[in-house]
Each structure stands twice: as C-alpha cells, then as structure tokens.
C-alpha cells in the first residue's frame, strides 16, 4: 500500500509552542493514561460485581476470585508498562520485524504442542496455573511489523508485489489462528483495513467490503426477490445520480449479476461451509427468539440481562441475571451485560463514550506523529480497540454475532489485558517520544 | 498535508456512527422495551407459594373429623439424577419398572433442571422406608406437605375430598388465583366451604440462579406475605350417631338423614353404601376414585340429597292430610270407607277417622280425603275444576320444602318432583285429565320424586308443627362459634300449627300399634311418632322408608330412613330409625334384638308377594 511521502521542509525542529522535556514521563499523554486506569478501574469492579454473592462476601481483592487475580494482572501490567515507556522507543521499530517473527513462531509452537481447551489450541501453559494466548500477543507484534513496512521510504503504491507482501504480513498471524480454532481472534486481523486506509487503499475496498457484508447479512433477513429488487433499485438510483456510473453500465450489470450470484450462494455457504457452531452464531444475530434455549441462550439472555437495566441500572452489584449465571461468560466477552443491568442505560452510555474518547484520543495521537511507522502504528491500534469494542458490545445486544473476544482494558484476563496495554502502551512510548523525531 | 489526512474524519465518523447506534438500540432495549425487565422476572425471581394449612372441620361434640396429616412427595431434578438403577428405584417404590420409566420421562420432558414430583403422596410409613436409600438416588428428594387425614372414617360423602384443581376449573376466572397442581374441595363440605377452609396463601419471592439454586430471598423479602391457614368449621353432626348409623347400614344400600328439628342441623348423614374418606388421600386416589365411580353399587352417588326419582310413598299421605285439614275439606272425625274398588289396601278395620287412617295407612281413606282436597267444585267442569285444585295443592307442598332445593350445605342438590298441572298438560294435553287420572298422588305414587333430606325435613316440619330451618351441616365457621346467618331462618309451610296435633297423634300408634313397632321405645319413655312407606320400585323389590321424630313431646330428632329394596318400611326402615333415636336420645342402645335384626338383613331376603 502506498504512503505519501512528506516533503522535508527543512524544518527540524517544531515550533516550539510545545513542551519540551526529556524525559519519557513528561511528555507522556496523561489523558490516555488517565482513560486507561478509567477503564480497568471499571472493569475490575464488574469483574467483582459478576461474582458478588450477598451469602457468602468474598473481598474484592481476595485471590480465590477473579477480581483479585485481575488485580494481580493490573499490577503486573503496570510494571510491563513502565518498562515499555522506559525502553528506548526505537527498539520498537527496529525490532518490529524479529518481534513479529517470534510471535509467528510462537504460534505455531502453540499450535503444536497446546493441549486442546474447549476444541482451541491456543493456549500455553506456563506452569503454576498460568496460562498465555499467545494470539493475543500477535495483534501489536503483527501491528508493529504492519508500520514497520508502510514506513518503507522504497514502497511504491502500485507494486503488486508489496501489496502481496503486506497482505502476507497481516494475515499469516490469522491464519495459523484459525488453524488454532480462534476464529474469532482471527477476525480482529481484518480490523487493519481501516490502517490501510488511513494510509492510501482505495476507498473502493471498504466500501465494497461494507456492501458485501450488508448484502450478506440482509439475505438472511429479507427474502431474496425483494432484496435484489431493492439493489437494482439503488443501483439505478445511483446511476441516475452520477452520470460517471451510466457511462460505466456494462460494469453495472456485470456487479449486479454478481450480487444475484452473492445472495444465492450465501445458503449454500451458510449451511455447508460454515462448521455448525459457526452456524448457529448467524442463526442467534438472525433470530435468537428460535431457540432461546439453545443457539439462541446467550444473546437472548444477555439481551434480558442488559434489558432488565432500564435506564438507571439495579445499582453496584444488585444485578440479578448476570450475578445468577444466566449470561455466559459474564467476566470475559459478556461483561457488558453487568454493565446494562446495574448501570442501565446511563452506564453503558458513559462507557460507550469512554471509549469514543479513547479511540478519537488514539487517531488524534495518531495524527501528531512525524513518522509514518507512529502514525501507521497508531491507526493500527485504534482498528483492532475499535473492532473489539465493535463486536464485544453489538453480540451482547444483539447487533454483532457472537464472536468470542474481549472488551479492551474490561474483560477478565490478564493475556488479554496485557496485550491491550503492551499496544497501548507502546503506541504511548513512541509519542512521548515524536519531537525526537525527524520528519522524512 | 493532503487528501489522505481527510480520511481520519472518515474513520471518526464510522467510531461515532458505531457509538450512536449502540446508544440508540441500548436505550430501546434498557428504556423503551420493557419486556426485557419481565423476562428477568421470570428468570431469576422464582415465586414459592406458602401453602396455608388447611381449616379442620369438628363434629357438633367437638371430635375432630378431618384433619391434616403430613405426606410426602418424591421430587426429581433430572439433570442431576444421571447414572440412576432405575430397576432398584422401581423396586424401592414398589412400582413398576415401566411405570418408573414413564415418570422419568415426564420429568424430563417437563424441565431438564427444575424439580417436579415423581411419585406424589407418599404415606409416613413409605417415606421412612424410602429416606435412608434415597441417598444412592442424586438427583431425588422429598418435598413434604399436607394432605386431608379423616381419624374417624366416617361421613365421606358430606365431607366430600380435595384434590388437584382441573384444567377446566384453571381455565374458570371464579378460580382465579388458583395455580395448577393447586388443591381444591372438589365435594361436600370441603367445595361448599372452599373459601372458608383454604385459608390465604402467602407467597415468597425467591432468587434463583440458572440452575434453579436458591439464592436468598428477593429484595430481603419486602414483597413477601405470610400465609394465613384456613378456618376450622364447626359441624353439626353428631359423629357417635354418624358411626352408629354407618354400622347399622353398612352392607345395605339407601339413605339415614337425621336433623334437630328445632334448629335443621344434620346430626347424620349416611348414604349407604359408604366409603372411608381415606381412600381419597394417598397416592391411590386416582385408582380408587375410578373404582368407586364404577361400582354396580353407586357408592359416590350421594343418595340423601340426589336420589330425588323415588316416590315418597306412604308417608306422603301425612302431608295430604295436613293440606286437606288447612283446606277444610276434611276434619280429624272425617270418616271414609275402606273402598278397595277404590285402590287396593289391605286388612284393617272400617271405616277409619283420620287417626285410624294414619295409623293402618288406608288408601282408599286418603283417595278419597285427596279427592275431596283436588275436586272441590271451584269449576263446573271437572277437567278444569281438577286442574284448578291441583294447582292450589302443588303451591302448598311446596311450602313444605318438596320439589325445590331445600338449600343445604353440601353441593349436588336435587330438587325432587312434584306432580304439576303442566306435567300433565303436556302429557295427556290441557283438560284430558281428570281425578281419576292423578289418584295415585294420594297415596305417594305417581309422579312425585323426593329426596331422603325432604323426608327427614318433613319430619321436621311436623315435629316444629308448620316450619323448618333450612337443614345444614356445618354450624359456625372460624372461632366466634356463633351460629352462621343464614341457617336462622324459619320457612313457614302453608299449614296452621293446629292441623299438625292429630297427624301427630296418628302417627304416635303408627309407631305404638301400627305398622312401625319396630320402632318403639316406650321402654325407655320415649314416645316416637313415625310413619312407614313404601316406594314402589319397577326395577326390583320396592323401597322401604320409614319417617319418624321423637320424642313427642319437644321433639330432639327427626329422622328419614331410606332402605333400597328394603320391601317394608315397618321391617328395614323402621329399626334403625328406633335404634338411631334411642341412640340418640340416651346415648345406649338397649333394644339389641332389634339391632340383630337389623344386621342380619334377613328384610332383604324376605320373598316378595
């Protein structure tokens, strides 16, 4: 994919409007630090609300509960993190490449000798009772060698061949991940996309990819004849709109065939490629009313948990649905159900804004930076916090499938938890570091 | 910079349409949807009725008569009761292994994780033989509650029985607060008093996790209520006469009422064949109950208030004479033939005075006082004048309680028949029917239908000389003790008190020299005035009644006798009436020969004429 590339201005040195310090600390962005501790603070309270049990008071930092073990985490991670802001910031690109390498080989490491937990071959035992998922380390390594070759000052935009290569870059991680049955890890791979827009891919992918996506979704939902209907229809429409498109009508009948060929082979792909699982999570976005109890149990008792909220929530640790096991997995992909059931619609409001104030925080640092690897790095992050977010809330009410991953900083776990502040984090420590950087 | 920086507003706009629309769909769910809230309800608020106990029901003496006693349910939760010998199980409950199959099946097909019973009503004794093996069967538990327990056997059919409420009832809004699986009297006292002997039910409001495990009460309980047991009720019978009469009638089919002539309250109520309440407790109800209902005996038809198509008899010409002294038709001299062209009789001296005719039960007497009583020239033609009588006769017996519900406390009533200007209107048409058509009704045949509580308010009547209190079983609800309201009322038949004087010394020799001698208990100084009847059966040897209040003189007891196939009032009916009032009267029985007869039951072998 190309960058543009900036032209030296000769200017050095910023205006110097701006503070400068030498130390890492200084110019570190407290404000995304500040959202950060936000976050887990709350996280870390759900993930307590989610075991609180009035017979039988267990204290929030007792380790026999996950709440004590994740403070266990948010400790470790702060060490990790103070390291990652004290290291020199220039390791992470010039390492960037045996970083990603290690954590390709890893995978496949994991992949061979991981004993299977639930049908996933992910997990690595470390001994002691602490296991690691190491696709959780592959997002930054995989976002970290992503910017590395973005920022190559040879990278032409129209080389077929560095298209190839970074196409190579981003998926290979996935691929070894799906083989490791975490689809849903996997997924998160395609977040990048929108990275590869901020940096120049045609706008034509993410609009088609939206489209097909819509398409898909909608055979599902709509009868087939009404829903070609309704394409043709605002395909005329657009012609009629644009004169460039009637110009281009052959092209436009050739994509309509094609979408007619789309919506009838979505069954076929739905029923016969689809593994049942993976099936009956399409059938519980489609409609979870067919079988509440079965395919459906998850989002319609998560929906009922998050429902039961109204909008000002039962109040800290008076929920009921997700305190009694009715949500599955509650302290992990779930956790936003005890968020909608004690805090209500105000809560999951104020959450939902937490963290569009972190990803527009991200794209904002993301824009400061000098280097196209900062800025690349930076978009990259923002893309798989978003993508979590995206999918962790919608399955929950409903507007996502259900797709096994965790809410960023939220969720119970400390791999996840550690993967999410070493991305952050590193994004953190080549910011507070963009002034010593040159522009090229 | 350049156009691709622009693209960050582009990757804003798709963060913020996210975080809009998931705001926008969590507020319709959280806020404007709020099905969500009633389907957490259902999940995770478990409602436990309290079931209140039951009201106990006392006899007149203060003898309890229904109680509660424990039993035991064997609840099941299927999904914890895997890995289970179902063999050994069968074994264990002495069921059938299929039957134990069955259940299982049920179990699970109504919730894999909630409890639901597998075997209901087990006894005391069952429950010991299974709890201490109960422990190699996870999954099963016992569930304890209380059941309907009668000590004393006796007066099932006015007491009636619960059980469980019936899809129909459920569906029935004058049900309303009743669940299914819910107890209900479903006869006797224990329908008629429902309201009073359930008591209120409270309900606790539960925490429940997925699994169906308790978890603590709900909002600590603010929303709970305590229940509140149902009233005691106070009955009227007198349980030693109930028991006595049983004994004397058990293996005899027909009917003994018995009522406090001052007050109507039943002091018994025997429909023979009976059967022990008990039956209908245990976890065997439902095999038992069948087996009642079918039985060439009609054991659950409850005679004293439903055999309402048997003509009274003879003992209605007491209630002819009584309208036809009111009327003026006849005196207590009057005096008649014993005319057998008339309608046959049998041997007694003629002509008889009303006293006599009471005491040897002459029917041409009474056709002809009858006669005189419906054809009393109002109308030239004599079509029209019958019909007019007729109807003016109809009106006063009804004063006496026949052919209507007489209102008492056990549900099932019938209403009897008497003989009505239209019935014979539609029958033989409008003026096609004269005297000679009706006759019959003189002598109590024909088209009259009464029921044993009739007969024994009758005898109320006249032992009150003109009126009853609506007969009924129980006499206080709840602790006050005080004489329920609407069992107060005195009806007033259409009969002066005078009229009854004679009737009542006829029937005094009835029972001193007459055809009820059986029945007397001058020995003891009681003098009991009574009247035998026959009911003509086309089925089988004829019915035999015997009417009787006792003592003359500030009458205690009143008492109908109903023996089916019993031929002779003055042979079946008339002893046990003797026995029953001396029981009553002097709490002994000292007339054991008449007892051995009654028991013998050699009345009923006796060869027909």
């Not at chain 1, 059938?283 to 149990?297: Q, S, T």
């Not at chain 1, 992909?333 to 991200?362: A, K």
């Not at chain 2, 009858?370 to 009804?398: C, H, M, P």
């Not at chain 2, 052919?403 to 409008?430: C, F, M, N, W």
């Amino acid at each position: 994919m190309p960058v543009e590339q900036k032209v030296l201005g000769g200017k050095i040195v910023q205006p110097s409007s701006r503070r400068q310090s030498t130390s890492v600390f200084g110019n570190l962005d407290w404000f995304t630090v500040l959202l950060y501790f936000v976050l887990v603070a709350l996280g870390w309270m759900n993930i307590y609300a989610v075991v609180y049990s009035p017979e039988n008071i267990v204290n929030i930092f007792s380790f026999d509960i996950n709440s004590g073990k994740q403070l266990l985490w948010i400790g470790t991670g702060v060490i990790l993190m103070i390291v990652l802001l004290v290291v020199d910031y220039k390791v992470y690109e010039h390492l960037a490449y045996p970083i990603y390498g290690g954590i390709i080989l890893l995978l496949l490491f994991t992949l061979a000798v991981a004993n299977p937990v639930a049908g996933s071959r992910s997990w690595l035992d470390l001994g002691g009772g602490v296991r690691l998922q190491p696709a959780e380390l592959a997002k930054f390594a995989t976002a970290l060698a992503i910017s590395r070759f973005l920022s190559n000052v040879s990278l032409r935009q129209q080389n077929m061949k560095d298209q190839m290569v970074l196409a190579a870059i981003t998926f290979l991680p996935a691929i070894i991940i799906i083989l490791q049955n975490e689809t849903g890890s996997a997924l998160v791979f395609g977040a990048f996309i929108l990275a590869f827009f901020r940096e120049g891919m045609s706008p034509l992918i993410l609009i088609i990819g939206g489209s097909a996506a819509a398409i898909f979704i909608l055979t599902l939902l709509v009868p087939k004849l009404y829903l070609l209907i309704g394409v043709a229809a605002l395909m005329g429409l657009a012609m009629f709109l644009d004169y460039r498109l009637m110009r281009r009508f052959k092209t436009m009948i050739a994509l309509f065939v094609l979408i007619i060929g789309m919506v009838f082979s979505v069954d076929y792909f739905v029923n016969d490629i689809l593994q049942p699982h993976q099936q009956n999570r399409i059938k519980a976005l489609i409609n979870p009313e067919a079988d509440p109890l079965g395919y459906g149990w998850n989002v319609t008792q998560s929906k009922i948990a998050i429902g039961s909220g109204g909008f000002w929530g039962k109040g800290f640790l008076e929920g009921t649905q997700t305190k009694f096991d009715f949500v599955p997995e509650q302290s992990t992909d779930f956790i936003f159900c005890t968020i909608g059931e004690e805090h209500g619609w105000l809560g999951s409001t104020i959450l939902i804004g937490l963290f569009m104030l972190l990803l527009m925080r991200i794209v904002y640092i993301a824009e400061r930076q000098k280097s196209v690897f900062g800025r690349t790095y930076g978009y990259c992050v923002v893309s798989i916090i978003f993508f979590h977010f995206v999918i962790n809330v919608g399955m929950t009410i409903g507007l996502a499938p259900v797709v096994g991953i965790p809410l960023p900083f939220f969720s119970y776990g400390g791999s996840s938890l550690w993967s999410f502040t070493i991305l952050l984090f590193i994004l953190l420590a080549i910011d507070a570091n963009r002034n010593r950087e040159l522009v090229r | 910079m350049n156009y691709l920086e622009n693209r960050k507003y582009v990757i804003q706009a798709i963060f913020l349409v996210v975080g809009v629309v998931y705001a926008l769909r969590l507020f319709y769910i959280q806020v404007v949807d709020s099905s969500y809230k009633q389907a957490a309800e259902t999940n995770a608020i478990k409602t436990v009725i309290q079931y209140p106990f039951r009201g106990l029901i006392y006899d007149r003496n203060g003898e309890l008569l229904v109680q509660n006693t424990p039993v035991y349910d064997l609840m099941i939760v299927p999904k914890e009761a895997r890995n289970i010998d179902t063999l050994r199980l069968a074994q264990m409950l002495e069921i059938p292994l299929e039957d134990a199959r069955e259940r299982f099946k049920k179990a699970r097909a109504y919730s894999w994780v909630k409890p639901s019973i597998f075997l209901q009503m087990l006894s005391t004794q069952d429950f010991a033989h299974i709890q201490d093996n109960l422990i190699d069967f996870p999954g099963f538990y016992i569930n304890a509650r209380t059941a309907r327990g009668y000590p004393h056997k006796s007066l099932g059919h006015a007491l009636g029985y619960i059980a469980e409420i019936s899809p129909k009832q459920l569906e029935d809004t004058s049900y309303h607060g009743y669940r299914p699986g819910d107890y209900i009297g479903k006869a006797g006292i224990e329908m008629e008093y429902e309201k009073y002997l359930m008591g209120k039910r409270g309900v606790k409001y539960k925490m429940v996790n997925v699994r169906g495990i308790d978890k603590g009460p709900f909002k600590d309980g603010a929303y709970d209520t305590l229940s509140v047991a149902g009233q005691n009720l106070v009955s009227t019978i007198d349980l030693e006469l109930q028991a006595y009469g049983e004994y004397l009638m058990d293996g005899a089919k027909g009917s003994v009422v018995a009522i406090e002539p001052a007050t109507g309250e039943i002091l018994a109520y025997i429909s023979a064949p009976f059967y022990d309440p008990n039956l209908f407790t245990g976890k065997d109800y439902g095999k038992n109950y069948m087996q009642l209902l079918q039985d060439p005996d009609k054991t659950m038809f409850n005679r004293p208030i439903m055999a309402d198509r048997n003509p009274p008899g003879s003992i209605f010409k007491l209630t002819q004479a009584l309208i036809a002294l009111e009327e003026g038709v006849i005196n207590p001299r009057t005096q008649f033939a014993c005319n057998k062209s008339l309608v046959n009789c049998h041997p007694h001296p003629s002509p008889l005075d009303l006293y006599g005719a009471v005491q040897h039960s002459c029917n041409p007497w009474f056709f002809q006082a009858y006669r005189a009583l419906i054809n009393q020239g109002k109308s030239k033609n004599t079509f029209t004048d019958t019909s007019l009588g007729l109807k003016d006769w109809r009106e006063q017996v009804l004063t006496f309680g026949f052919g209507q519900k007489l209102g008492i406390d056990i549900p099932g009533e019938k209403t009897g028949i008497i003989a009505s200007t239209d019935l014979y209107d539609r029958v033989y048409g409008k003026n096609r029917w004269k005297y000679s058509t009706i006759y019959s009704l003189s002598i109590g045949q024909g088209e009259l239908g009464v029921t044993p509580l009739q007969m024994a308010n009758f005898m109320a009547i006249i032992a009150n000389k003109g009126y009853y209190v609506t007969p009924h079983i129980i006499r206080s609800v709840g602790e006050n003790g005080k004489p329920l309201k609407e069992n107060q009322e005195r009806h007033y038949t259409s009969v002066k008190p005078q009229h009854y004087e004679p009737i009542i010394e006829g029937m005094a020799e009835v029972v001193r020299a007459g055809t009820a001698r059986r029945a007397n208990l001058e020995k003891v100084g009681i003098v009991v005035c009574g009247k035998t009847g026959t009911a003509q059966n086309p089925q089988g040897p004829d019915h035999a009644v015997f009417v009787a209040f006792a003592p003359k003189e500030n009458p205690k007891i009143a008492i109908a006798v109903y023996v089916e196939h019993g031929k002779w009032g003055g042979q079946s009916a008339a002893p046990i009436a003797g026995l029953m009032i001396e029981k009553f009267l002097t709490d002994t029985v000292t007339m054991k020969a008449q007892e051995k007869w009654v028991l013998s039951r050699e009345y009923l072998n006796i060869k027909s004429k």
